[in-house]
């Protein structure tokens, strides 16, 4: 039986890998092994269609999506 090698790491989005700014809004990511977390931070009257697609050229986001709405402000 082959050794598996475990390792362990922190991370934290205080202090992000890479932080994307887009018209009205932020990402920022920070990846663990081969899975990548994000915090999005959207502003009022911010749209998929006018803040986005004109960066990434696609009709929709392609990223594969698992979330969880922590605050609102309004």
């Known amino acids: 039986m082959a050794k598996q ?3 362990m790491q922190k ?7 890479e932080v994307r700014t887009f ?3 932020k990402v ?11 915090r999005a931070n959207f ?11 004109p960066i990434v050229k696609t ?3 392609e ?3 698992m979330y969880s709405i922590t605050s609102l402000v309004g």
């Open 28 to 38: 920022e990511l920070a990846t663990v092994g081969t899975v990548t977390f994000g």
């Open 59 to 61: 009709e929709y986001c």
């Open 43 to 53: 502003e009022p009257g911010w749209k998929w269609s006018e803040s986005v697609k």
């Open 11 to 17: 991370k934290t989005l205080n202090t992000p890998d």
């Open 5 to 7: 090698i475990r390792s």
């Open 63 to 65: 990223a594969p999506h």
């Open 23 to 25: 018209d009205k809004g």
